[in-house]
C-alpha cells in the first residue's frame, strides 16, 4: 500500500514534469493504466490471494490515471507524427468517436473503484469491463507496432 502511495506520487510529480510533451505523457498514463491493471489480473485470475485492500487501491490508481486523459491537451493536432507514438492518425479523423472511447473508460474505471470489489468474483466482472476498454479502444485508435 505505501508503495502504491508513492508510486503515484512519484507519478503525478513525473506527470508534471513532461506535461510540455503530450506524447511522452500520454504514454507515462497508459504506462501506468498498464502496471495497475497487470497488478491485479492474477487475483482476477484466481492466482493470487483476493486483497480488498490492495485491489481498491490498483483501482483507484487506474482512475486516476484514466481521468488525466484530457484529449484536448494530450492529443492536440500535431501530436500524430514526432515521437515514437502509436497514436492511430484516426483519433484526428474521429475525435468524437475517440472522446467517446475515452469517457467510457472514465466511466467504467470510477465504476470499478465505486463497486469495491469484496471478493474475487467481483473483482472479475470489474476487471472485465475495464480491461475491455484497452483492447477496444486499441483496437480502433492505437497503430499495431512493428
Ligand atoms: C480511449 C482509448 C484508450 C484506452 C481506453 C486505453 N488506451 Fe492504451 N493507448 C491508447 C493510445 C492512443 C496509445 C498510443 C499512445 C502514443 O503512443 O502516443 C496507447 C498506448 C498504450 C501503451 C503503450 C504506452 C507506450 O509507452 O508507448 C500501453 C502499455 C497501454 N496503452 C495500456 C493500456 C491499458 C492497460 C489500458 C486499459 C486499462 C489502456 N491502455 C486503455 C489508447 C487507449
Redesign the pocket.
Same mark, same amino acid.
Given at each position: 500500500m505505501r508503495k502504491l502511495v508513492l508510486a503515484v506520487s512519484m507519478l503525478a510529480f513525473a506527470s508534471s514534469a513532461v506535461m510540455a510533451d503530450p !506524447?511522452a505523457q500520454?504514454?507515462a498514463i497508459?504506462?501506468a493504466?498498464?502496471k495497475a491493471?497487470k497488478s491485479i489480473a492474477a487475483i482476477a485470475k484466481g492466482e493470487k490471494p483476493f486483497d480488498a485492500e490492495f485491489v481498491l487501491a490498483a483501482l483507484k490508481t487506474?482512475n486516476e490515471e484514466a481521468q488525466q486523459i484530457d484529449v484536448a491537451a494530450l492529443f492536440p493536432q500535431g501530436s500524430e507524427t514526432g515521437g515514437d507514438?502509436?497514436?492511430?492518425p484516426k !483519433?484526428w479523423k474521429d475525435m468524437p468517436g475517440?472522446q467517446k472511447?475515452?469517457d467510457k473508460?472514465k466511466a467504467d474505471t470510477a465504476a470499478a473503484v465505486a463497486a469495491a470489489p469484496a471478493d474475487v468474483g467481483a473483482l472479475k466482472a470489474e476487471f472485465g469491463k475495464?480491461?475491455q476498454?484497452?483492447g477496444s479502444?486499441?483496437e480502433s485508435?492505437?497503430l499495431k507496432k512493428g
Open positions: !506524447i500520454r504514454q497508459m504506462k493504466n498498464g491493471l487506474l507514438t502509436t497514436a492511430s !483519433i475517440f472511447a475515452v473508460f475495464v480491461s476498454n484497452c479502444c486499441h485508435f492505437r
